[in-house]
């Protein structure tokens, strides 16, 4: 599997923009880069996924360096509740690639 | 509310036992995964059944078997139980048999202790 290098942890505070970065350089030209979160106590959840373009949803933007090599997810304005772990996943294409491969990912501290 | 259901919420259980973890997918949902999440190795794919069959198969211990049912519901069963396999095991579900655009949505865990 692609490897992804995320920071271990990141503060902010509510209400400010939180950008959370992703190096991926082994990446290739067909693997999407999505984002999953694990609230405390609760499941990974999806926050968003891309292949080349930025993208945004209504939880988040994604914004994704022109050599793909490393991706941004945006959070506009952080709450509490986006206290979470981060997670920036590589989904490989072709073959059996069903699961999910999660890393370390980044936790995120949100002071109020 | 992601839509999936696991029961129990917990379970403690002594070395050797054996127990068995239920999933219950999204409504219209064909695939079920298990994932294993513990302290040391953080969330690993465990086995993925789609429509009744066992699709895809990651690092489950052979003391570890799972199977979907014709509902579509999914059962994991752990035996021999050990210290070790103290975790939280986490259910999702997907449309799809795995396509890299398939969302996977996870229910809430089962924590297992093992004493």
């Known amino acids: 599997d692609a490897k992804t290098t995320q920071p271990n942890s990141m503060e902010s505070n509510e209400e400010e923009p939180v950008h959370l970065p992703c190096n991926h350089s082994t990446i290739s030209g067909t693997d999407y880069i999505h984002w999953y979160r694990q609230l405390p106590s609760q499941g990974p959840e999806y926050v968003i996924h891309g292949l080349t373009s930025n993208v945004n949803n209504r939880m988040a933007s994604l914004a994704i360096a022109e050599d793909r090599k490393s991706s941004t997810l945006i959070l506009h304005r952080a709450t509490l509740r986006d206290a979470a772990v981060y997670y920036c996943i590589l989904r490989e294409s072709g073959g059996s690639n069903y699961k999910l491969t999660f890393g370390k990912g980044t936790l995120l501290t949100v002071n109020p | 509310d992601s839509g999936v259901t696991q029961t129990p919420k917990h379970l403690i259980t002594a070395t050797g036992q054996r127990v068995t973890l239920r999933c219950s997918p999204r409504?219209?949902?064909?695939?079920v995964y298990w994932y294993q999440q513990s302290l040391d190795q953080g969330l690993q794919f465990l086995i993925q059944y789609y429509n009744g069959e066992e699709r895809a198969k990651g690092n489950i211990l052979e003391r570890f078997s799972a199977q979907q049912f014709p509902d579509l519901h999914s059962e994991l069963n752990l035996s021999s139980l050990e210290l070790g396999d103290s975790a939280l095991y986490f259910c999702a579900s997907s449309t799809q048999g795995g396509f890299r655009l398939d969302t996977q949505y996870f229910g809430p865990g089962t924590r297992l202790t093992v004493l």
């Open positions: 409504s219209g949902d064909l695939s």
